[in-house]
Nanobody
Framework: QVQLVESGGGLVQPGGSLRLSCAAS????????MGWYRQVPGKQRELVAD???????NYEDSVKGRFTISIDYDKNTVYLQMNSLKPEDTAVYYC?????????WGKGTLVTVSS
């Protein structure tokens, strides 16, 4: 079983930045897919970005050029650097692990973009 703990959410003004972290309880292997999803009330959870191995990344169109996903295999931690934040980025952000050990979710961290 893999436990995921997110941190780094909070309140930020439009145009600001935040970095989310997701610490995994076990090792993350290069074959595992780590992702960040977000969800607002009344809508489905959507993929924001994911990463596999050290360089293969995928981003939702609205965050391309603003968000960057990265992974530190030594610390078993995945990050989401969010720049130029917009009010429409407001959501609960969830970390996701997909691999041979299964599919796991963190409990989420709230990001609020507001002036």
């Amino acid at each position: 079983q893999v436990q995921l703990v997110e941190s780094g959410g909070g309140l930020v003004q439009p145009g600001g930045s935040l970095r989310l972290s997701c610490a995994a309880s076990g090792s993350i292997f290069s074959s595992d897919v780590m992702g960040w999803y977000r969800q607002v009330p009344g809508k489905q959870r959507e993929l924001v970005a994911d990463i596999i191995s050290r360089g293969s990344t995928n981003y939702e169109d609205s965050v391309k050029g603003r968000f960057t996903i990265s992974i530190d295999y030594d610390k078993n931690t995945v990050y989401l650097q969010m720049n130029s934040l917009k009010p429409e980025d407001t959501a609960v952000y969830y970390c996701n692990f997909q691999g041979r050990r299964g599919n796991y979710w963190g409990k989420g961290t709230l990001v609020t973009v507001s002036s």
